[in-house]
């Protein structure tokens, strides 16, 4: 497995993490981790900070 499957992988399991959350900031902070997984898959550099409570 190279690196772009590995993300792509763990975007789909942060979207399954966001539809299994209760709690509105789980959510969130799921969505924006694949959003991030999705900009690596994709070949972009991606600064990997904190996700900030929405």
């Known amino acids: 497995m190279d ?3 590995y993300y792509r992988e763990r ?3 942060s979207r399954e ?3 299994a959350s ?3 900031s789980a959510r969130h902070a799921h969505l924006t ?3 991030r997984y999705d900009r ?3 070949g972009e550099k991606v600064e990997l900070t904190i ?3 929405g």
């Open 17 to 19: 993490l966001a539809q």
């Open 51 to 53: 996700v900030e409570r």
């Open 3 to 5: 690196d772009r499957d």
């Open 11 to 13: 975007a789909a399991r």
């Open 33 to 35: 981790l694949a959003e």
């Open 40 to 42: 690596l898959a994709s």
């Open 22 to 24: 209760k709690d509105a």
